[in-house]
């Protein structure tokens, strides 16, 4: 069966058409030589009704041709003359009507030369009478020649009118034949259309709508949250296969659903479930679910553990809360007489003040007196300063100038050397000279111990030099420690001038803070009297502390069993 | 001023004794002009006769390849003349070169060369009877370049024989 629903309907149908259309078909061929023979009845009568009158016009001319002979008169003439010429009619329009069939033609034929004869006889005779008289035509009557021929006729027109008689028998006998063949054809043909009707209707129901039915049961099941329900897959290749395999698909997805489902109901996360198509509005779902499932649970997970640790903690805090409650209500006990002590001590502090204010009084003016002395000190630094910079100048100018004078010096110095080199030059000339050399090897001996004199005056001169140096450079590094300490010796004096003028500022403010502090010392006392009482009401709220700190504890016991069970809940899940 | 002025005035006074000493007995015998000049401490002359005349030591290019006694080349009007060390030939300690070192130009055998001293002192005339043969404790090289000892431990060399030993004619050859 490789016909899908559309072809089988389609099929269905047609067969039934094509057995209606051959019924139809039957039925109009039957009343068509129906319709036919009918015709042929009504040309059989037409035949026989002028052969009838043929036959009453021929005797209507045979008696105007007797009244005429018997009696001569002209006006027996008017039958003859008319019913002669409706039978030369009568007998054209036979042949017209017979020229369809061969016998009754030769018939017809076989008709007219009688007619012509008999009409010529009736002629001759009245022809006769009019020429010559009575005995002519009787003789030509009494030959017998008209009633032979009128004999012939009525002969041959019998045979016709038999013939046409058989005709119309043979022809209503197949025209009922026919209606009889039709009538069967049509009862036959509508039992049997209506039959294959009945059989396709049936078929196409068994075929089509028994597996819907299966299916929709199926679905009906489905939407009813049952999945156990197995679709039989088979191998149509119709839509109803289509469906069914679809079906059997849909109903194989939704159970791996279930079961992902199910393994999740019983805590285990780690489905990995494949969308059927991007369009999976329900597997992208899931898979959106088990992956939101998968990461709440571990933010649980660690939000439990970090809650078990937290609560631990607390519970700790709390019992050590609780210990140090304890201590401190101890503690504010003695606290309590202590402040006792303290409101006694302060009473005494209180007149010992007043004697400090009176003192620094004293000291506020001596501070005054000293502060003006720093200023005049000051004042003799600048002086000095001023005297030590114009010193420390002069000895910068000795000490440039000592350079320069060296430097000449080192001329001299140099002079005397190359004196010296062209003494010796001299006396090597002069010794070469010989004897005439002489007197100028005394002169050369001369300018070398001049350039040695001049060497050895610049030598000391160099020494003395140094020394000056020397002492000028002590002098100039003297000078400037004098600077600098005349420099600090201001610093240190306006320093002393500060600390002074801040000391007078400082036994002012200590004063007036001596007399503060003696009103304070007054304003203690009685500041005192009220934290003694004020002790009292702590030491009660600490004792009310302690019973709220062990309430405290008992919480944050239960708060950790609290964590733990939720710890071994979120365990559950295999994540 | 007065102080410069007595100075001067000693000087002078100086100058007019020492010029007022009688001049030395003439030398019987030929005398010998000698140049003194100074090696490290030690006091040595030469004869003016080989010496043509003293420079200080300026510009020295030293060579390589060339044995340790010469110390290089110098430029002298225009002559290019080496430099010899005869302190390496009497193991004298080396003290560095300065400006203040000068060079004695000597001439002979053909030679010019320049002496390296570290001191000239100056020129003197030494009677040549006077020169005493040389120590038995100067050996070697020393012995060979002596040509007597003076009076006041002056060591007068022998040019002719510094100038004629064949180990200052220097041909050296180096690998390339």
């Not at chain 1, 350079?403 to 080192?410: H, K, L, R, V």
């Not at chain 1, 003494?423 to 001369?446: D, P, S």
């Not at chain 1, 733990?564 to 899940?573: F, G, H, I």
């Amino acid at each position: 069966m490789r016909w899908n629903v559309g072809t089988k309907i389609s099929v269905g149908f047609a067969i039934t058409l094509a057995i209606f259309v051959i019924v139809g078909a039957v039925s109009y061929q039957s009343v068509t030589k129906q319709t036919e023979a009918a015709t042929w009845v009504a040309h059989t009568r037409e035949v026989q009704n002028q052969l009838t009158q043929l036959l009453s016009n021929l005797q209507d001319a045979e008696t105007g041709q007797r009244g005429y002979v018997i009696t001569g008169v002209e006006s027996y003439l008017a039958p003859f003359t008319d019913g002669s010429a409706r039978a030369e009619e009568n007998r054209r329009r036979l042949a017209e009507l017979v020229s369809d069939n061969p016998r009754q033609q030769v018939r017809a034929d076989a008709l007219a030369p009688l007619i012509a004869d008999k009409l010529a006889e009736l002629q001759q005779t009245v022809e006769l009478r009019k020429t010559r008289d009575f005995a002519a035509a009787q003789t030509v009557v009494l030959s017998d020649r008209g009633k032979k021929a009128m004999d012939a006729l009525r002969t041959i027109m019998r045979e016709m009118n038999l013939e046409e008689e058989a005709l119309l028998k043979t022809r209503a006998d197949a025209a009922q034949i026919d209606a009889r063949d039709a009538k069967w054809t049509i009862v036959v043909g509508t039992l049997l259309a209506l039959v294959f009707a009945g059989l396709a209707g049936l078929l196409l129901t068994r075929n089509i709508a028994g597996p819907l039915k299966n299916l929709t049961g199926i679905a009906e099941r489905i939407t009813a949250g049952d999945l156990s329900s197995d679709v039989t897959v088979n191998d149509r290749s119709d839509e109803v296969g289509v469906l069914t395999r679809a079906f059997e698909r849909m109903t194989r997805s939704l159970r791996t659903m279930a079961g992902a489902a199910e393994q999740i109901a019983a805590g285990d996360l780690r489905t990995s479930l494949q969308p059927q198509s991007p369009s999976d509005v329900l597997g992208n779902a899931f898979v959106r679910m088990t992956d939101n499932l998968r990461r709440q649970i571990g933010g649980i997970l660690e939000g439990t553990a970090v809650l078990g640790s937290a609560a631990s903690e607390i519970v700790a805090s709390t019992a050590q809360l609780a210990s140090g409650a304890s201590e401190s209500a101890a503690a504010v006990s003695e606290t309590t007489t202590t402040v006792e002590e303290i409101r006694q001590t302060a009473q005494l502090a209180s007149q010992k003040a007043r004697t400090v204010a009176d003192s620094a009084q004293k000291a506020v003016q001596i501070s005054h007196t000293g502060r003006k002395s720093t200023e005049d000190v000051a004042a003799g630094m600048g002086r000095i300063r001023t005297q030590m910079e114009a010193i420390a100048e002069s000895m910068m100018r000795l000490s440039e100038q000592s350079q320069t004078i060296g430097q000449i010096i080192a001329t001299v110095e140099d002079l005397a050397a190359q004196s010296n080199l062209l003494a010796v030059n001299a006396a090597i000339e002069a010794a070469k000279a010989g004897e005439h050399g002489k007197g100028f090897g005394v002169v050369a001996q001369e300018v070398k111990s001049l350039a040695e004199q001049s060497r050895q005056a610049t030598d000391r001169v160099r020494t003395i030099l140094n020394d000056i140096q020397k002492a000028t450079t002590a002098a100039v590094m003297a000078t400037e420690q004098g600077g600098k300490a005349v420099e600090a010796g201001g610093k240190q004096t306006e320093m002393a001038g500060e600390s002074i003028a801040a000391l007078a500022g400082s036994v002012t403010e200590a004063a007036q803070a001596a007399t503060q502090i003696a009103a304070s010392s007054q304003q203690q006392l009685i500041g005192m009297d009220q934290v003694a009482g004020a002790m009292e009401n702590i030491k009660q709220a600490s004792t009310q502390n302690v019973a709220s700190a062990k309430q405290l504890e008992t919480a944050a016991r239960n708060i950790d069993d609290l964590g733990r069970r939720l710890k071994q809940l979120v365990e559950n899940y295999a994540v | 001023m007065t102080n410069a002025d007595a100075e001067a005035d000693r000087i002078l006074r100086a100058r007019a004794r020492a010029l007022a000493q009688p001049p030395p007995s003439a030398a019987p015998s030929t005398m010998l002009e000698l140049l003194e000049f100074r090696l490290a401490s030690e006091r040595y002359a030469l004869e003016t006769r080989h010496v043509q005349n003293v420079h200080p030591l300026r510009e020295l290019t030293p060579l390589p390849c060339t044995p340790p006694f010469v110390l290089g080349i110098v430029n002298v009007r225009g002559r290019i003349l080496p430099v010899l060390d005869l302190k390496k030939f009497f193991e004298l300690p080396e003290q560095g070169l300065t400006d203040l070192h000068r060079i004695i130009l000597v001439q002979g055998n053909d030679l010019e060369l320049g002496l390296l001293a570290d001191v000239i002192v100056g020129v003197r005339s030494v009677p040549a009877d006077s020169l005493q043969p040389s120590l038995p404790t100067l050996t070697g090289i020393r012995a060979d370049y002596l040509k007597g000892i003076g009076e006041d431990g002056l060591v007068v060399l022998d040019l002719d024989r510094i100038l004629s030993d064949p180990k200052i004619i220097v041909h050296e050859e180096v690998e390339s």
